[in-house]
Every structure is written in C-alpha cells, then in structure tokens.
Nanobody
Framework: VQLQASGGGLVESGGSLRLSCTAS????????MGWYRQAPGKQRELVAS???????EYSDIVKGRFTISRDNLKNTVNLQLNSLEPEDTAVYYC???????????????WGQGTLVTVSS
C-alpha cells in the first residue's frame, strides 16, 4: 500500500491551499483517512480525519478553516485549507487505516509529507 500526497506550497497569510492524498495497492478496505502535521520543533498533531461513512474530526485549531473530504471510489482524501495563518506552517502527512490483501489486521499507512508554508 502506498499513499501519494500532493498540493503543498507557499501561500500568504489568509490564503488557501488544497491537499490531496491517494492510497493505492492491494487494498481490501479503508477505514479512517486523514492528515497530521508537524511543525519545526513540535510534535506531530492530528489535523483532521474522516471515516468511510463520512464522519469527520477536526483539531480545534483548524476547525472552521479547514475542510476534509473523501472520495471512496478513488481512495482519495482531500484537505481544503482556508484562512491560512503562519502558525499553520508545517509538513502535512496523510494517513489511511487500511485492511490490505494478505493482512490479518488494520494498519495505518503514511504518505511522504507535503510542506505547507504560510508567509506573514
């Protein structure tokens, strides 16, 4: 199973970006998909997640500014980042909770990380 993330970049404060992440490989089912982020010198933190049924969870810091969505047919999760602030600068990592072919349990897989930089 591989996760490919895209969409990071440099944006001014108040701007927007859209991140996407697609899972591929021998996948039987995907439960939660979502995004963590890690800023320099800080621990990785959950940004948002969405279940296969569409239930969402957001960090209080991004609630009302970021929107997570998912396309189950394409095994893709998207994160719309609006009203970006310099404090949102971080590497964003997507994850998927996957039941893969040949596996006996659910496992979290991670994307390679995409850098979001917000200038003031």
């Amino acid at each position: 199973v591989q996760l490919q993330a895209s969409g990071g970049g440099l944006v001014e404060s108040g701007g927007s970006l859209r991140l996407s992440c697609t899972a591929s490989g021998h996948i039987i089912s995907i439960n939660r998909m979502g995004w963590y982020r890690q800023a320099p010198g800080k621990q990785r933190e959950l940004v948002a997640s969405v279940t296969g049924r569409g239930s969402t969870e957001y960090s209080d810091i991004v609630k009302g500014r970021f929107t997570i969505s998912r396309d189950n047919l394409k095994n893709t999760v998207n994160l719309q980042l609006n009203s970006l602030e310099p404090e949102d600068t971080a590497v964003y990592y997507c994850f998927s909770e996957v039941f893969a072919v040949g596996s006996s349990k659910w496992k979290n897989y991670w994307g390679q990380g995409t850098l979001v930089t917000v200038s003031s």
